[in-house]
């Protein structure tokens, strides 16, 4: 039983694969939306690889590889509908004078080798649909206090990259990153108050 589980996950797996490749020409390149195509699909590749390659893997294994295969189609269907609503308007839908549309700007995390500070981010992006830095910037701080979020200047936008660009800063700039050695951070949680406290 569990080798034949272990075969219709890399089967579905494969399936998610081939979905997010499609995905991923149609998708405007360096785009929030792109990116996240493309994060779901080097971690469905990864599931796949370990479920059609490896050796048996265990129940834990097995939920897990499951739980990657879900949220990634999960994701890719979310981003698909998006542009099947929206694909036929989007670039006259694209105000260059403004940049302030999350949907078609690259969001750039610092420091760039946090990867739960950049999924936090991502995660806002899609479901809050934020019209400017400073909606971005004011969620983010419910889980990171120090975070700042900054649309790019355009005298840093060159011909190849014309695209609207928000930077966010995890400890409030560039040089206030944490040294390389430290753990990457996790979002804070409410502090809830038990009967000990005073």
Known sequence: M???????LAARALDACHEAE???????PRTVDHETVALALVRVQAAYDSLAYGAELTGVALAHARATIEGAKTTLAIIRGRYQRHGATR??????TSHTQPRFARVVTFPS?????????LSIVHR???EIPEELEATLRASYPLAVVRLRQ???????DPDPVWYAFRDGGVLRHRPQDDPPSEPERPHRHGSGDR
């Not at 946090?114 to 936090?120: E, G, I, S, T, V």
């Open 113 to 121: 080798d946090d990867p739960a500070f950049r999924d936090h981010v």
């Open 91 to 96: 670039s006259a839908s694209v105000d260059r």
């Open 128 to 130: 809050e649909m934020p």
């Open 2 to 8: 569990p080798e034949t589980t272990q075969l219709v």
């Open 154 to 160: 355009r005298l840093a936008e060159t011909a190849d």
């Open 22 to 28: 499609a995905l991923l020409e149609d998708t405007t």
